[in-house]
Nanobody, 117 residues
Framework: QVQLVESGGGLVQAGGSLRLSCRPS????????MGWYRQAPGKQRELVAR???????NYADSVAGRFTISRDNAKSMVYLQMNSLKPEDTAVYCC???????????WGQGTQVTVSP
């Protein structure tokens, strides 16, 4: 089974930046949407950003203007550039890749992002 592997998380001070990357461990055909979720302790999972097959982007209100999602279709990778980070951005960030065929959705294990005041 193809797994997604995230990288780029870590500890950063408020106002800093991080860039998350997500790559599959194998080949995924007919990829459609790609995106990032996050979950902070005691909170529900939140869709942070999504990019469609055609490149349309959607962001959570809480990150709009600070985060940028992008994708590399040749490498089947998705990225999340996070700028002007705030302590409330602290969470485990998970990537996902949607496909037209079974199993339709692939998920990463998550990478921790911690923003200190």
């Amino acid at each position: 089974q193809v797994q997604l592997v995230e990288s780029g998380g870590g500890l950063v001070q408020a106002g800093g930046s991080l860039r998350l990357s997500c790559r599959p461990s194998g080949s995924i055909s007919s990829i459609n949407a790609m995106g990032w979720y996050r979950q902070a302790p005691g909170k529900q999972r939140e869709l942070v950003a999504r990019i469609s097959r055609g490149g349309s982007k959607n962001y959570a209100d809480s990150v709009a203007g600070r985060f940028t999602i992008s994708r590399d279709n040749a490498k089947s990778m998705v990225y999340l550039q996070m700028n002007s980070l705030k302590p409330e951005d602290t969470a485990v960030y998970c990537c996902y890749i949607g496909a037209d065929f079974y199993p339709y959705n692939y998920w990463g294990q998550g990478t921790q992002v911690t923003v200190s005041p």
